[in-house]
């Protein structure tokens, strides 16, 4: 409570020159007006110009901690509390008579210590006959003042919610509402008050509603339930409402105070929305996302150690071959204990995520100081989860087998510049090409070759277009040595390294998907080449062989851009023959329609590298196959080990009762021609005939030869 600033002052000088009577009743008014001010709420005393308390009232002697004798006619009172209050209202009374503010606000302390907040007011007096002048001070409290203010803001506060909130009078109409419940509206705040907050919420369907909200109010105090709304724009909306009615403290009334949760447009809580934006919805791991930032965690985090960190990259192997044959719950389930075997795999402090399809990471955030013991510690961890996951996963009423490839990639925390994910994506991908269920660390020899690699990638890109594709031609002798047909086998002419062969590009351009243009050329490459040997009377029946890749012929489109190019080409169909691998007999329905569907063109198929896969004895019957070629791993070796040579001959045999035409590749020598005669094998291809040759030098091996 402020006191009026305009007190008359009451300072009776003792001692003046005043009629005796006159002083007489000076000095009884003194007296009641004196009581009069220790009787009112503020505190009020009087200081003349030398700083001695002339007069001073109850409240403020309570305030200040003082007897009215301590201090009364003194320039400071006695006492520690006292002195030390009256000292601060010295400082504030100064700063006052500089006439910089009105009023001022002070802390005095009471006798426990606890600070009080005052608010200080001066008022000069010059008093007619004395030559000083006397400077009179109120002094009122600001504790209740200040703890509204703060309540005030408090309520501002917690009104301005996430929580749409608004307070009607107890008819319902709006008297204020907070930001939230204005956006959740598309109403302002100006446009929403004075409207009816029971107009705004009885819609259709629920035309009781006020009735209900009042009499649950009248019964219970508070309303909650699901209630539809419309929006400014019309638009309906679901919302959580509830109601409370809260009677005014001062008896003005009851008001009712309104909470609205919009849950038609953002119903999922938080830790569900972080649970979906960080974790990977089917195995729980922790996404890409959490990955990065883990990682970033630890790298930028300025720790004194030099400790290393591994981060393992791993792919599963096979998991294609789950999806295609078992469908994708068997794969998903696959995927789930995967992601369960690496958890266990390693410590609770290490992070395992899944990052894509079949990918995972692994990230040991603490190995030793030492370089190589910590490329020594994350191997073993590489080597252990390679176990774990290799082993067979039982899923709904059947094995699968499934092995990973895992890069490692080392890093230490002062490696901030450093790439890691990419590294030991790197890394794996060479793990990959060395052969499957192996692991492989990153090393500065590695980035060289993988960024030769994607250097030959781009040139092998812009090969087509220049040109530097050749298709070398291979021949295919039956037994007496005569040239029946010829492998197409492509060679790159490098513009700068000369020719280079299959071996060092063919993988690239299947990673990358060249393979898909690069094939096509294969393909119209030889239909041409076809065309010009059938003007040759020697020539016209030489047929040619084309690898083909499963990812060529996975392609939807393959069946159909392979008719448009020989058809268009106009040659007899069956002068082709296509040579595929046991790796594209996994989803054999559709293997086999495709094959049938080219097959009707009079296209032959072979089987590539026979012996090397896993393709079973039902797929062969089930293909329109017409030839198995034995892989040159097995001729080159036949006549050495004998595990060879019975690979050979069951090969061999196996053809011959499934009415299969048998070819082997890779034929060096007399002697292995000799044996797999001896054994039924009819047809040979290898450098004991001819490494594949330009396609003029074939032209001219075919008619150097005895007709
Ligand atoms: P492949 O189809 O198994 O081809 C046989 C490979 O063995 C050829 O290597 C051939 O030159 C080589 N070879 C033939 N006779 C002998 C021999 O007596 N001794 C030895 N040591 N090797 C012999 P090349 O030409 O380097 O081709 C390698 C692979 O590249 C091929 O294996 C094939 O898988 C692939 N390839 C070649 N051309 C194409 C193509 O046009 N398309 C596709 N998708 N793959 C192709
Ligand atoms: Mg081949
Ligand atoms: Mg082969």
Redesign the pocket.
Known sequence: MQPNAAVTTMDFAPGSELDPTFALKMAALEVQVGALYDLMPFGTYTVSDDGTCTHINHQALVWIGCSRDAILGKTCPVGTLAAENWQVLKRGEKQLRQGLLAEIELTIKDETGHGRPMGLRLKDVDRAGESSRRHCFVLFDLTETKRTKALQRIAAMAFESEVGICVTDNHGWVLETNHTFARITGYSNEALRGRSLFSMISLEGNTHLEADIRARLASHGVWEGEIRERRKGGEVFTAWLSVSAIADRADAGTYFVVWLYDISANNTPQDEISQLAFYDSLTQLPNRRKLNMRLSEILTVKTNSSLHGALLFIDLDNFKAINDTRGHAAGDQLLIEAGRRLRHAVRGSDTVARVGGDEFVVLLSTLVADPVEATHQATLVGKEILTRLAKPYKLDGFIFNCSASIGISLFSHADLEADVLQQADMAMYQAKRTGRNSLCVFDLEMKEAISAYSNLEQELGQAVHRDELE??F?PQCNFDGRIVSA?????WKHPTRGLI???EF?TI??ESGL?LP??LW?LSEACKQIKVWDSDAIMKDIQIA????AG?FKQPAFVDEVIEVIVGSGIDASRIKF?L?ESMMHSIDETRVKMEKIRELGVRFSL??FGTGYSSLSSLIQLPLEQL?I??SFV?HMLSRPGDQIVVKTIIGMAHSLGLEVIA????TEDQKDFLQSHGCSLY????FS??LPAYQFFALVQSQDH
């Open positions: 298709l070398f291979q492998e197409a086998l492509l060679r062969g299959p071996q063919i351009a299947e393979i690069i094939g294969v084309i690898n083909v890749s060529q040579e691998t590539d590298d070629k892989d040159q080159s590749e890779g034929l060096e291809q290898g450098y004991l490494p594949a």
